[in-house]
């Protein structure tokens, strides 16, 4: 590419690890600077759903990608107390013809592991943790709690929701808490499949909370995220431990498959923490500066998306600094045309899923419940959660539409 520029990127999440990988890809000088003494992502599972395969398929990680995930045969909707189906949407063989690829259930250390291998260690320096970026020369330089700095043409803040570096263009803002918990474990399978968890994406609905189960890991684990609202503020940490006794009885009464499961946590970790949320942003760039991922748009998990948004946010910008040939205003331009208002949708409609899968009263329950069963009538193949809009996008073609923005 004509006059390469240095991307600075700061935070080696998924969204910053995957820049990085794009960029190598693509010849593009770039040093990613991470706090944290080493790779390593904290977390359990996360869905890969067909518009973030295509980005990492691109990157000629498919391959990898089917060794460490595992493939759900449906998408399925289920009352939770009765178990009763709601809506049955398939996925196995049928998303690649849909939306042209497949949709996998992995682990995020294991998705973070197949991320950064490779990744040249030359570009990356581990414990070094910015505190601020500045503008008073003519690039941007980052600044970092031992005193070094680093000057380059691009800096990416991938630094998660707390992001220094949009603090630093924009001024300190905190999330709002959202009186959502979470609760996560991944449970030990030791013979697939259990018989009270179906090889499925299982949406459990109920009066001001959910839980969604699948297996990660080829099927050696099944991922729990078990959702449910409070008038107490909880905090926000991955790594706050809960216990199995604190989640049987926050779920007392779901239906028994559940209660099986969530029984099962005792062989594993349990952890707990709070939903923080963000409104969309009107603006993530200042000069050469700007962000991805949760720094840009946090959001709900109630769509999947998180990191799905933050692969193709990497992806975009890195196609959009070698389409205007290190033209970075330029780039940065056309970048947040094509992502915030794609971002911007899934952040408020994640919201709305948050709203409609916890509904309290059962006139509100039945009308809902019976508006998935008509939609499931009509098309086999409508996702109960009306996402085929998020899984048809395709960030590879990108670049065909930057002919077009406005910019």
Known sequence: MKNSPTICIIGAGIGGVTLARTLQQRGIPYHLFEQAPQFGEVGAGIQMTPNAVKVLEQLKLGDELREVGFL????????????????????????????????????????????????????????????????????????????????????????????????????????????????????????????????????WMGPRAHVVTYYVKGGK??????????????????????????????FEGWHSDLIQL???????????????????????????TTLLGDAAHPMLPYLSQGAAMAIEDAYVLAEAIEYFEGNLERALEAYESERRPRTSRVQLESRE?????????????KKRDLEMQQKQEKNPNASGIKAEWVYEYDARKCSERFNTLKV
Not at 226 to 249: C, I
Not at 272 to 281: I, S
Not at 353 to 365: D, V
Request: proline share 5%; hydrophobic share 35%; aromatic share 12%.
């Open 221 to 250: 684990g099944v991922n729990i995220v078990a959702v449910k609202e409070t008038d107490e503020w909880v905090k926000e940490s991955w790594v706050e431990p809960s216990s199995t006794e604190e989640l049987l009885a926050a």
């Open 262 to 288: 969530f029984e099962r946590t005792s062989k594993t970790q349990v952890f707990k923490w709070g939903l923080y949320d963000r409104d969309p942003m009107a603006q993530w760039s200042r000069r050469t």
């Open 72 to 203: 759900p045969e449906a998408m399925v909707g289920r009352d939770w107390h009765s178990g009763k189906e709601l809506f049955h949407t398939p996925l196995k063989g049928v998303c690649p013809s849909l939306y042209g690829a497949n949709f996998y259930h992995v682990h995020r250390a294991d998705l973070h592991a197949i991320l950064t291998e490779g990744l040249s260690k030359d570009c990356i320096t581990f414990n070094t943790r910015c505190v601020a970026i500045d503008w008073d020369q003519e690039k941007p330089v980052a600044r970092f709690d031992d005193g070094s700095s680093f000057e380059a043409d691009m800096i990416v803040g991938g630094d998660g929701i707390h992001s220094v570096v949009r603090n630093s263009m924009w001024g300190k803002d905190d999330p709002a808490f959202t009186g959502h918990m979470c609760w996560r474990a991944v449970v030990p399978v030791d013979e697939f499949p259990f018989s009270f968890v179906e090889p499925a994406a299982s949406f």
């Open 353 to 365: 899923r948050g709203r409609t899968y916890h509904l309290e009263s059962p006139e509100e329950q």
